[in-house]
């Protein structure tokens, strides 16, 4: 497979295969389940030989008014996924998704080992943290972790998920709340973190109908964020979904806010999960890595 250095590559997995893509679609298979879901990067129209295509255990269609439904056959209400060490819940959900993002797997290794060689108690904070498994990840590396989401369910979700990988007794807080007013009443508190976690929406709205709009909203948020980092952080990681949207744009972001004050520096890459079919790789969003 020919890749380069603007890529993060998640090919550590043994349960996750993302098998084909093409017209607008991708052929996936999750354990022994075997979906077809949409996938906006996948525009060209090469031919479908994988049996799969015609066989899967549901697909998400897309309606033309917007949002879309499963067309399900047989197929588990929940199963579980493995990833190396840790364990997730995952089932078919609205807007296409399973509460678990396979790419993000190359960012929990790096967090991972980012923990297990920093020598010290590490504190996480992990933002729009939805099921948890960056949290899980983390825990499990043996850092303290405050887990927050502002979706009670997506947080029940990811306690789910730390049973299942065994850290349920791991320090950790579960918080549902807004992101940006959690980290305000933090710095009030004056509760530091040695490390930041964020995985913040294209689009929402806030507990008061505040309109959230991530290339409005991401530089001061991030800004905000600096005022619960410690004396001595170890490193910040910010996932962007939003299209159209630079891994640069990360970059140039973080290290505009902590830079002269700590140092260190930024790198930024697409997520990708290699295709087995054609041994290419699909983009799958954005990550900016800042290690201090």
């Known amino acids: ?29 999750w354990g022994d389940v075997y979906l077809v879901r949409p996938d906006p990067q996948a525009i060209w129209d090469t031919p479908r030989t994988n049996p799969h295509w015609k066989t899967r255990n549901a697909r998400y269609i897309r309606s033309e008014s917007g949002g879309g439904s499963w067309e399900k056959g047989s197929i588990p209400e929940v199963w579980e996924m493995r990833y190396q060490e840790l364990r997730f819940r ?45 949290t899980v990840a983390c825990l499990k590396a043996g850092a303290e972790v405050c887990h927050v ?60 109908g505040e309109i959230w709009k991530l290339e409005q909203n991401l530089w001061p948020f991030v800004s905000l964020c600096a005022g619960v980092l410690s004396d001595t952080p170890l490193f910040l990681l910010v ?19 902590f830079q002269k004050r700590y140092g260190g520096e930024a790198e930024s890459r697409e997520l990708c999960l290699p295709v087995t079919e054609s041994g290419l790789c699909l983009p799958c969003g954005a990550s900016c890595r800042y290690e201090f």
């Open 1 to 29: 497979m020919k890749t380069d250095n603007c890529m993060w590559i998640a090919d550590g997995w043994r349960d996750y295969e993302l098998i084909d893509c093409s017209r607008g679609e991708k052929l996936e298979r």
């Open 90 to 134: 995952v089932k078919p959900m609205n807007f296409k998704h399973t509460g678990l993002f396979p790419e993000q797997a190359a960012n929990w290794d790096w967090a991972m080992e980012k923990i297990r060689s920093a020598g010290r108690p590490v504190r996480v904070l992990n933002l729009f943290a939805y099921t948890g498994a960056a």
């Open 149 to 208: 989401d502002a979706a009670k369910g997506m947080v029940a979700w990811a306690k789910e998920n730390a049973a299942a990988s065994g850290v349920s007794a791991a320090p950790v807080r579960w918080i549902v709340d807004d992101c940006a007013k959690f980290v305000e009443r933090e710095i009030r508190r004056g509760r530091r973190y040695d490390a930041i976690i964020m995985d913040p929406p294209s689009y929402g709205r806030g507990p008061g």
């Open 239 to 257: 996932n962007s979904y939003t299209t159209g949207l630079s891994a640069s744009v990360l970059s140039y972001v973080t290290e505009s806010v």
